[in-house]
């Protein structure tokens, strides 16, 4: 029984020198993201530059895996091979007050068919793929009960 | 200093298409498809093709211009132009760029156009197949989050919900896309009409607001514009189409990584719009005749808000399918059923319409238009738009 939540078959994420500390933050299980050295704020995804002080002096920061449902979406129609046949699934945009309001994409954990609102509160839920190579971990997300 | 501005200063003297098909159905390559539409636009025109001295597109196009130059024979060519971007965000754009190309003298002809062979190369709605992915994919597609349509529905979602706008919106923008392909016999919808109770029971592309009939088609084909400066026009065979206002790009950080556009739930055009509207001097009430680009219907409603052709709040009561029609209309739209039943040739078969509409040549045609609205493909950047008008609008 995988214990992802999608297909094996998808792409995986390449590893890029950019975001190597995000990649090994999740294979540790937290939630690492850039935060300026120059004026202290968050931002994603991974930038050359700040994007407020254009400082190139850009630190990486863990910050707390919580965050809100901005929106979502649950396709039903499967764009690549790995997900023939799976049905439908969902994808969340989660805002992360604690990081200035940074954004990510996961999938929501539990029944593909449940209600989503805007809003929720979610935390993160860190998805290991320890047989690919490389290994890497996706970070999802569920509701917070 | 004399005011800089295109408003007036170039026309389209000719357009011309291919035979529209289903995707992966063109008995053509793809190049060829994209000579045939540009010698149709200088037919058009009355221009003798070697004339041509430059060439502009959008969208990765494949067919590029010194290959054409070379293929066709043309004496001398002035100008290239590729506009970054992916899909239809720089069919207006593409436009612009040849008509500031013919206003600023570096060309005097000049070519825009898209041409498309599906079946000959990859289709748009399938993700991508490598078996590791970088750049921003590498935080969506490992989710599923890998289509077109996947990219901008959580942009449509936001928005609808905050708003509170009913599907039955999206659904009046599709609705009147295929009502105008049925008398408009270019159109590969054209035989093959939609209504109500077909679009409820249409299959789920994404949920809450991407049904199979909120989702553009994909084509073969190819489509062109011949543009050149507005005072050869007026001795040139066809009523002149004025470019009376031109604007592209996106709002403050609208392309940022992973979906953290700070203006999110939008098409991208707050500024493109006011921009657009600035040299045209023109606002929203003047528009006789409106072509959004449907890459999903949710993105046309977004981008006609941006422009002030609708607000958010009188949405759910304008948007029905009586106040759009190219008959009873308050506010005709994509008289010739665009990306969604005539062709998706990325916007360029809706600057072809705008022209029809103008010139008073149209299938579907509207009362004695002054003034054409082409809106580009939305939610992507860059975004862009185009505004022509005839004659009287100068």
Redesign the interface.
């Known amino acids: 029984m995988s214990t992802h939540y ?1 297909p094996e078959g ?7 020198p950019i ?1 190597q500390p995000y990649w090994e933050g999740t294979r540790a299980g937290k939630l690492v993201i850039q935060k300026c050295a120059g004026c202290g704020k968050h ?5 050359w530059v700040c ?1 407020r002080c254009h400082s190139f002096d850009l630190g990486w920061a863990e910050v707390a895996p919580r965050g809100r449902i ?8 499967p ?3 790995a ?1 023939n046949g799976h049905g ?2 969902l ?1 969340v ?1 989660v805002e992360l007050p604690g990081a200035d309001g ?6 929501l954990l539990g029944d593909p068919l449940q209600e989503v609102a ?1 809003g929720a509160e979610v935390e993160a839920v860190f998805e290991p793929h320890d047989a690919a190579t490389p290994p890497y971990t ?1 970070v999802q997300w569920r509701l917070v009960e | 200093m004399s005011e800089r501005t295109l408003r007036g200063k170039v026309a389209i003297a000719g357009i011309g298409e291919t035979t529209y098909y289903k995707h992966g159905k063109s008995p053509d390559a793809e190049f060829k498809l994209a000579l045939e539409a540009i010698l149709n636009a200088c037919r058009d025109a009355g221009v003798d093709p070697r004339e041509v001295d430059g060439f502009a597109s959008y969208g990765g196009d494949r067919s590029d211009g010194p290959r054409l130059a070379a293929a066709l024979g043309i004496h001398e060519l002035r100008f290239s132009n590729m506009h970054w971007g992916g899909g239809g965000g720089g069919v207006a754009a593409a436009v612009a760029n040849a008509g500031a190309a013919v206003h600023s003298g570096m060309a005097n002809c000049v070519i825009a156009f898209r041409s498309l062979a599906q079946g000959q190369f990859a289709r748009y ?23 077109p ?2 990219r901008f ?3 449509i ?2 928005f609808m ?2 708003h509170g706008i009913r599907h039955e919106v999206l659904r009046a923008i599709a609705l009147t896309s295929y009502h105008h392909a049925q008398t408009n016999p270019r159109a590969v919808m054209n035989g093959r009409p939609l209504d109500v109770a077909k679009y409820e029971d249409s ?6 607001f991407h049904r199979l009939f909120d989702c553009c088609m994909e084509n073969d084909g190819a489509a062109a514009v011949l543009v050149v400066p507005a005072e050869r026009a007026r001795d040139m065979p066809h009523k002149p189409t004025y470019l009376l206002g031109a604007a592209q790009g996106g709002h403050h ?1 609208s392309a ?5 556009a700070p203006d ?2 939008s098409a991208h055009f707050p500024t493109v719009a006011k921009n657009l509207w600035s040299m045209a001097k023109l606002g929203p009430k003047d528009v006789d005749v409106l072509q959004a680009y449907e890459n999903f219907t949710g993105g046309v409603l977004l981008g006609m808000i941006e422009h002030g052709m609708v607000s958010a709040e009188e949405a759910n009561e304008f948007m029905v399918p009586e106040n759009l029609r190219f008959d009873t209309g308050r506010l005709p739209l994509n008289t010739s059923g665009g990306n969604l039943a005539e062709c998706y040739m990325h916007g360029l078969e809706m600057v072809n319409e705008a022209v029809r509409q103008l010139r008073g040549t149209a299938s579907n045609q509207v009362r004695d238009p002054k003034v054409s609205l082409v809106i580009g493909g939305p939610m992507v950047t860059p975004v862009s738009s185009l505004i022509l008008g005839t004659e009287e609008t100068l």
């Open positions: 999608l998808l792409p995986a994420p390449a590893q890029e975001a931002q994603w995804g991974p930038e994007h901005y929106s979502w979406q649950r396709p039903h129609h764009v690549h091979p997900l439908p699934y994808i945009l940074v954004r990510m994409v996961g999938n805007i996706l | 709605g399938r993700g991508n197949q490598a078996a590791a992915i970088g750049g921003d994919d590498a935080f969506l597609a490992p989710y599923g989050l890998m289509s349509a996947q529905a959580m942009k979602t936001r919900t905050q299959r789920w592309i994404i949920e809450p950080r940022a990584p992973v979906h953290n999110y739930a």
